[in-house]
């Protein structure tokens, strides 16, 4: 079986929305937040200055090549 590679999420990460109503948006990862209930919440600010709120497991991190941890996806 494969193991899927997760990655924490953390603020000034790039992301790219895969699921949910804001699927195909992307940004910068900022307030994040964990519900009472568990789930990762995240607001994204997207490039033209505009805002929204979604799930964590609702993203894809893109992480600079440089950036020690190496992997793609959370």
């Not at 790219?16 to 994040?32: N, R």
Request: charged fraction near 20%; hydrophobic fraction near 30%.
């Amino acid at each position: 079986m494969h193991q899927k590679e997760t990655l924490e999420l953390k603020n000034g990460d790039f992301c790219l929305v895969i699921a949910g109503t804001h699927k195909g948006k992307s940004g910068i990862v900022q307030d994040l937040n964990t519900s009472k209930t568990g789930h990762i919440t995240i607001t994204v600010l997207q490039e033209n200055g505009v805002r929204f709120k979604t799930l964590g497991r609702n993203v894809q991190i893109h992480i600079n090549p440089t950036d020690e941890r190496g992997g793609t996806q959370m």
